[in-house]
């Protein structure tokens, strides 16, 4: 009986091992490409701060913004939206760009809404940090 417990301690050992290398597969397989990431949502208004008014018109503000952001970063997404407001019993709207940067640093994104305080004439840019996983799918 002695010998046979080396036997069965080996055994185990290597099914251990074989359990082992495929939980490291698998998690592979589901997790590789992958990375935690933080996103940067950027709110910019169009209106002037002082006028309230519409510094450029959509497409051009959008052309302006899209500058401003291949300066900075390699890529980026922008989405068109309406925001709004009051103060006291006026209602205030304006076109409002959305801007989606990942793979980025905060000091970046700073420099970049830096860039589009002093082109818009805002009083500030709305940024939101969100911690995600990015994955580049290719489709295999």
């Known amino acids: ?3 046979k417990l080396p036997v069965i301690t080996f055994i185990i050992s290597l099914i251990a091992v074989a359990l082992a290398a495929a939980a490291l597969i698998i998690t592979c397989k589901s997790s590789c490409g992958k990375r935690e990431d933080t996103q940067y949502v950027l709110y910019l208004g169009t209106n002037d701060k002082d ?8 497409e051009e503000a959008k052309q302006q913004a899209e ?3 291949l ?5 980026y997404t922008i989405q068109e939206a309406n925001g709004g407001w ?3 019993e ?3 709207t304006e076109y409002t760009l959305v801007i989606h940067l990942s793979d ?9 809404a830096k860039d589009m305080i002093k082109t818009f004439n805002q009083s500030s840019v709305l940024i939101q940090s969100n911690k995600t996983t990015t994955e580049f799918y290719e489709g295999k």
């Open 104 to 112: 980025t640093d905060i000091d970046a994104v700073h420099a970049a």
């Open 67 to 69: 500058a401003i952001l």
């Open 86 to 88: 009051i103060d006291g």
């Open 90 to 92: 006026k209602v205030f």
């Open 51 to 58: 006028t309230v008014q519409p510094v450029f018109p959509p």
């Open 1 to 3: 009986m002695a010998k």
């Open 71 to 75: 300066k900075h970063f390699g890529g």
